[in-house]
Structure formats: C-alpha cells, structure tokens
C-alpha cells in the first residue's frame, strides 16, 4: 500500500459503534445488514470489530441478521458467472454437496457475513439457496420454518423482520444488494414464476436434487428504486468508516417497492 492509496485513517470497533448510534441504529432493534467492507476502509480487527461495532450499538436485547445465501448451490444450466459445458450438468447436480446450515459457507456474501454465521450463538435458516444467520433474542424466531418454496416471501426470514419491524442497514453497498426489496416482489399479483433446483440434505444423512417454483427473482431495478426511495426521506445516509451507510425501515421500505413495482413492471398475465 503506497501513502497515496492508504486511507485517511484507522476505524475501530469504538469509532464505528459511535458512526451507527449516529446513523440511527436502535438499541434493542433488529437489524438486516448487508455490507462491503472493503469500502469501509481500514479496520482495526476486521469483520469481528465490525460485528463487534454493530453489537455495541443494538446492546443485549437487539437481534444482528445478515444474508447468508449460497447461489452456487443450484442448477448449473442457469449459471453464466461463469458457465459450465452442458455435459457437465449431470455430474454436478448427482454430486453438488447437500446444503447444511451448520457447514455450508457462504462464499459470496461478503466477510461480515461469514463472521454473523460462525459467531457463537448464531442460528441459520435451512434454506439451500437464500439462507440468513441471526444472533440475538430476535434469532430463533426469524430463521426456523424458512420454506423452500416462498423463499423471500411471506414464509421467510424476510416476513418475520417485517413482522418485528426491522431495520435494514447497507453498509458500503447499494439498494441492488437491498435483498427486503424481493419482499415486494412477492406481494405483486401476477409476479414472474420460475423452476429452480437445489441439493439437499436428507434424513438419513445423504442428499438429493431437489426442484421447486418459485417467483422469478429481478434486482435489475432495485437501484433506481432505491434513489427513488431515499428521495422520499425514508432513508438515513451517513458516514461509516470511509465508506456510507443507508439505513431505513423495512416495512416502509417495502411498502414503497410494492408501489413502485405496481408502476413500473409488467406481470405474467400484462
């Protein structure tokens, strides 16, 4: 690192608590983070002073909820990032390891996420595609009976936050990552449907390839709902680390996309 790259200066699990209470993290809350570290610049500890930072703020009664999704566990005929030689499409669906909420990684979700998943007393949702890690009171409650099918709609952890009333924290990231806004994607009559695919977990301790329908997930436009969004005022913007935090109510968050999506998509049925 050159003097010319080096960030301005060093971030502490102290001095990033202090940034979120400033935000407007509630003690006691329950809050969904999804983050980017690398633009929060460097900190002292890492991801743990960053959970650590975020524990601090929402004390004892809150409730720390990240994403913890494995894409990768799905059906390779639909991969483009990159994609694979359709010969070898058998192969991976007989032998893609059965999704386990105890030792699946969550490869692409960021380091904040891994860090939620692992910290002790943390609970994971059983959901081979879009899993979420939470610890806290709240924890329980907000991961069990995810449902394979509706996998971020009304019989996901998504439900349940909008059930407590949670808040959503972007930290270093955009509302393209904002997975709440797929909550309105459920709650849009005639929403697009799919078949998506999925190796499990069985009883006796094997696995299987699954199929199941579900909506035709699309965060193609989330980032223009988002700037919509934030021009309402329903979005608090500030400084964390060297990077910017959004946070935001999550029922108002969806109540609004299930409008904006009402005007702006076309259904099945359009």
Do not use: K
């Not at 200066?9 to 202090?18: F, I, K």
């Amino acid at each position: 690192m050159t003097a010319a790259s080096a960030p301005a200066r060093p971030h502490t699990r102290a001095s990033l608590a202090a940034q979120l209470h400033d935000l407007g993290v509630r003690p006691g809350g329950v809050l969904l983070v999804h983050a980017g570290l690398r633009r929060l610049g460097f900190i002292c500890g890492g991801p743990e002073a960053v959970v650590g930072a975020l524990r601090d703020v929402l004390g004892p009664e809150g409730t720390l909820v990240v994403p913890t999704h494995t894409p990768e566990n799905s059906d390779p005929a639909g991969w483009v990032n990159p994609p694979v030689p359709a010969d070898w499409w058998p192969v991976i669906r007989a032998e893609l390891p059965g999704f386990d909420p105890a030792l699946t990684p969550s490869r692409f979700m960021g380091a904040l996420a891994e860090q939620v998943r692992t910290w002790p007393g943390a609970l994971r949702s059983d959901h081979p595609q879009v899993s979420f890690a939470a610890a806290g009171p709240a924890a329980a409650r907000i991961v069990a009976d995810h449902s394979r099918a509706d996998m971020l709609g009304e019989r996901s952890p998504l439900a349940r936050l909008h059930d407590l009333d949670a808040d959503v924290l972007l930290l270093g990231v955009d509302h393209g990552s904002n997975t709440s806004l797929h909550l309105a994607e459920y709650r849009r009559p005639g929403a697009p449907r799919t078949r998506l695919a999925a190796a499990v977990r069985t009883g006796d301790g094997g696995r299987e390839w699954v199929w199941w329908d579900d909506v035709d997930l699309d965060e193609s436009d989330f980032g223009q709902l988002g700037r919509d969004l934030e021009e309402t005022g329903a979005v608090r913007v500030g400084p964390v680390g060297d990077g910017t935090g959004r946070l935001m109510n999550q029922r108002a968050a969806v109540g609004f996309a299930v409008e904006w999506l009402a005007r702006t998509r076309r259904t099945e049925e359009a």
